[in-house]
């Protein structure tokens, strides 16, 4: 875990992570939508058919910048971001 | 210099750096305007093995305004596709370059051209388009005139492009201007003097790459129409262009993973807003931004520092100038909203009162039959600050705008100071850096001639 913080990329549709706090401004096709984690069942782990990267725009309020293809939309999710938080604090002690 | 490395940021990002943009009716088809973006300053032309090309990972725009509400109406977006012919070579070419389909060219360009209009689906005009190879010698690419002329495409509605490299069409004094504002002609009245001497051009052997796109007026208009009347507001439209990279980028082994929306890291409208006007804490933001934006930034157009630091770089040369201290309406109007009715005889540019860095050009000034390369100031209304043409002299308007020459265009109680008609860099068009048609440009110099700097 020791790079996840910098280059740690699951290809083919999976997540890369970027931890930190950013400011939204100039985001251009922000979406707030709510509620993915609420999905049950399996985690449909599927490739979306381009790279995804995930960036941690706001920890204190638990926003998620997610962007796909030239789309970007903002998710908020308290419980992902603790546990990408979680992940990163880990990859700082461990790096 | 125009806008080339202008900014500290773009400045470390050479292929999305705008380095000038020029607009203006064609002078041998002057139903159509020519738009030209360039892109990647200094290029040395013996700069191998890994020659300048765009960018595959950057979205290349040429915008216009043409409703004077400063916002984007008509875009032309271009994208790069770059391909290894022969991937176990380390050859940019393993012959003679005889056609854009060599077999012995290794690593060749391709692009596509989306016209995007307002309230309209994005509309692909053209992709595979090819571009040139760069210019390298006379064994590799032997007649580099016949691959360029191969590389302007005509696409449907009378519509021609082109993409590649070509000479560099700016010239400048580079080494005096960055030495404390030195002009040589006058450096002899220079806080620290110097002999006075001739200008040298810093820029007259070195390339570009360009983007041209010829478009009839008619698709330009906000409705269409013809532009025969220069007093008519329909005839002026505002330019600019951009270069915008993916919002994320990550570094993946040898390759790289992209995603999110396209953000702006470059823009350019008219020479040397960012480059000498804004200053640099702000020019990275400056460059995310679109013109509209542009109102944050007028007090630095309306108070120029260049305009302070004459007097004091020229002791005596400028005692007018220095004792000038209204907000300079002259400049806010050639630079950032055009030129309105009643100030220059026969002619306007104004699009908006709100303030944008567009290159404002009037499409019914017809082309000059006997061009001035110092524009409008020199009597040639065709020229700059209407559009801005290959060959036009911008270093020396903008220094004799700044200087206080075009103050009693709006000022009549200004008397400008008497060298503010003469300050130069003592540079010049000079010859073999343009052709009469399109792109206008010459062929960039080629590298066994002339080595990289």
Redo the contacts between chains.
């Keep these: 875990m020791a790079e996840l913080s910098r280059r740690t990329v699951l290809k083919n549709g999976s997540l890369g992570l970027v931890a930190g706090v950013a400011a939204l401004s100039g985001i251009g096709k922000v979406m707030s939508i709510s509620g993915l984690s609420a999905a049950e069942g399996e985690p449909d782990l599927s490739a979306v058919g381009s790279d995804v990267v995930a960036h941690v725009a706001n920890a204190s309020t638990g926003d998620v910048a997610i962007m796909v293809g030239t789309s970007e939309v903002l998710h908020r999710d308290p419980q992902l971001v603790g546990r990408l938080l979680a992940a990163a604090r880990q990859a700082n002690r461990e790096g | 210099m125009s806008s080339h490395r202008e900014a500290p940021s773009i400045s470390q990002d050479p292929v999305a750096d705008n380095t000038d943009l020029y607009a203006f009716v064609s002078p041998d088809r002057p139903d159509t305007v020519t738009l030209i973006a360039n892109y990647i300053p200094l290029e040395g032309p013996a700069g191998g093995p890994n020659f300048y090309e765009f960018g595959d990972d950057v979205l290349y725009e040429i915008i216009i305004d043409n409703d004077g509400d400063n916002n984007d109406d008509v875009t032309y977006q271009f994208r790069f596709h770059t391909t290894i012919r022969n991937p176990n070579t380390f050859l940019y070419n393993t012959g003679p370059i005889s056609s854009l389909t060599s077999s012995s060219w290794n690593r060749v360009q391709t692009y596509s051209v989306t016209r995007v209009r307002e309230g309209h689906r994005p509309e692909l005009l053209a992709s595979g388009l090819s571009c040139p190879p760069v210019n390298i010698g006379p064994r590799s690419t032997p007649n580099y005139g016949a691959l360029a002329a191969a590389a302007i495409h005509n696409l449907p509605g009378g519509i021609k492009v082109f993409a590649g490299q070509r000479r560099e069409g700016f010239f400048v004094d580079l080494g005096s201007i960055f030495d404390l504002g030195d002009l040589r002609p006058f450096q002899n009245l220079h806080l620290i003097p110097t002999a006075a001497a001739p200008g040298v051009d810093a820029t007259k052997d070195l390339n570009i790459h360009t983007i041209a796109i010829q478009v009839p007026k008619t698709q330009l208009t906000t409705d269409g129409s013809v532009p025969t009347n220069q007093a008519d507001a329909r005839s002026v439209i505002g330019v600019y262009a951009s270069a915008s990279r ?3 980028r ?3 082994g040898a390759g790289e ?7 702006q890291v470059s823009r350019l409208g008219n020479p040397l807003v960012n480059e000498v006007i804004i200053p640099m804490s702000m020019k990275d933001r400056w460059n ?1 931004l679109p013109p509209s934006a542009d109102g944050q930034f007028l007090g630095f157009v309306q108070h120029p520092e260049l305009a302070g630091l004459l007097p004091v770089l020229y002791p005596g040369v400028f005692p007018n100038l220095a004792a000038y201290s209204k907000p300079r309406a002259d400049l806010a109007a050639i630079l950032m909203t055009g030129i309105p009715s009643g100030v220059v005889g026969g002619f306007q540019n104004f699009t908006s009162a709100n303030a944008a860095d567009l290159l404002r050009l009037n499409m019914a000034i017809p082309p000059s039959g006997s061009p001035n390369p110092l524009g409008v100031v020199g009597g040639d209304l065709a020229g700059f600050p209407n559009g801005r043409r290959v060959f036009d002299d911008a270093v020396t308007i903008e220094i004799r705008a700044v200087a206080g020459v075009t103050i009693p265009l709006v000022d009549p109680t200004f008397t400008p100071d008497g060298a503010a008609a003469a300050v130069e860099d003592g540079t010049g068009p000079g010859s073999g850096r343009y052709i009469s048609h399109f792109p206008y440009l010459a062929d960039p110099l080629g590298g066994f001639n002339v080595p990289a700097i």
Excluded at chain 2, 257 to 263: L, Q, S, T, V
């Design positions: 993916r919002k994320s990550i570094l993946v993973a992209e995603a999110g929306p396209w953000i995310s």
